[in-house]
């Protein structure tokens, strides 16, 4: 019966997985159960094809902890020569009821957010992320961004 069950699992995972003919690079890194407003997630980025051209995203999974309607990240992008690209961005995380936004059958939602597109890579890059969400009238940041559990980096093919 474990064999039977173990098998029908792999079976499951294989065809997901194979379903996903964009993806070049996904991963996640856990931030716990809340993001620390000084930790910067980096993503070691694989060598690619720099004839083609890609779409990029950052990956939130979050739950019903977190109480922002959106997020604020500064996104770096770093190059092989050293050139380093930021972006202050923001994404809309809630409906206005409250209720969050992403996919997920649970109070766990993952949301799958456009950073760049058309994107062609030349030799091996480096992505670091940051929350920098501030309490409306507060200059410091929030210093623990209850809610946030995952953050994730995905880069597609773009047909």
Known sequence: MRIKNSV???LVTVLLFSCDKKRVFDEYKSVG??????????FNLPVLDSTKRYD?????RDNNNYKYNNIFLIVSLESPNGYTKVDTLEYQMANPDG??????????????LYYKENVRFRG???????????????????????????????IEKKE
């Open 8 to 10: 029908l699992l792999l």
């Open 33 to 42: 159960s809340a993001w620390d407003k000084d930790s910067i997630v980096t």
């Open 56 to 60: 990029l995203f950052v990956n939130l």
């Open 99 to 112: 209720t969050l936004l992403g996919d997920g059958f649970t109070d766990l939602k993952e949301s799958k």
């Open 124 to 154: 091996k890059y480096k992505v670091h992320i940051k929350q920098v969400v501030r309490e409306t009238g507060k200059v410091p940041g929030v210093p623990l961004l209850d809610g946030i559990t995952e953050v994730g980096f995905r």
